[in-house]
């Protein structure tokens, strides 16, 4: 199935350091979503993204949502030793339907080192 | 319950086995997905349940796999005559209503189902 283009796949990082990753796709979303996830475990919602061009923060974390729709970002700063995970782009096409699956990237692995 | 419960957490399995996953959704929770989470990939899905029918099943990579949730809560998905390729994580998630589900809707723990 489709997967979006998700970079950097891994990141190895000191603690303190802000981190940035994103993620492309080659068609269309209204609905742009970044989770994490720990081992064992499901994706954990981070941040929400639903206009172009919109930019939306929960603690220290960014994220935007491109202008043309293919793309968006995930900021984090000051990173922290429990931002250890995988973190996924998702993207989801909301056409008028009440299916509202999402397509994932392959995900980028953060190490932070303390 | 309090999350979304995916029993067993781990299933090895011979090939050519049958097997069952379970999901016990968010109580209330109209809207169910199933996704499969294969190594060093993202999620991908497979069928989403709204009530009692499936709405789209077309992420089903072969007949092999069918799902059910005959009364519109637990859902079970099942693989036929496994293959080594079906060795995966399978997701489950749920949201309140269809429309709650554009919200980001909440993943269970996974069953990592292992064919040997």
């Keep these: ?82 931002d ?6 998702a993207g989801q096409l909301v056409s008028g339907g009440s299916n509202y699956k999402l397509t994932f990237g392959k995900g980028t692995l953060l190490t932070v080192n303390p | 319950g309090a999350g979304v419960s995916q029993t067993p957490s781990n299933k090895v399995t011979e090939k050519g086995k049958y097997v069952e996953l379970r999901c016990d959704p968010i109580s209330g929770h109209t809207a169910l997905y199933w996704y499969r989470q294969s190594l060093g990939q993202g999620p991908e899905f497979l069928i989403y349940f709204q009530g009692t029918g499936a709405a789209d099943d077309s992420g089903l990579p072969n007949d092999r796999f069918f799902a059910v949730r005959p009364e519109g809560s637990v859902s079970t998905l099942k693989i036929q005559r496994t293959e080594r390729g079906d060795s995966a994580v399978y997701l489950c998630a749920s949201s309140l209503t269809s429309r709650g589900s554009k919200y980001g809707y909440t993943f269970g723990s996974g069953t990592r189902l292992t064919v040997v």
């Design chain 1, 1 to 82: 199935g489709q997967q979006l283009n998700q970079s950097p796949q891994s990141m190895f990082i000191q603690e303190g350091e802000d981190v940035s990753m994103n993620c492309t796709s080659s068609s269309i979303f209204n609905t742009w979503l970044w989770y994490k996830q720990d081992p064992g475990e499901g994706p954990v919602l981070l941040i929400a993204l639903y206009k172009a061009g919109e930019l939306t923060s929960n603690g220290r974390l960014t994220a935007q949502f491109g202008i043309t729709r293919k793309d968006s970002f995930l900021n984090i700063s000051a990173s922290i030793p429990s």
């Design chain 1, 84 to 89: 250890v995970g995988i973190y996924f782009c």
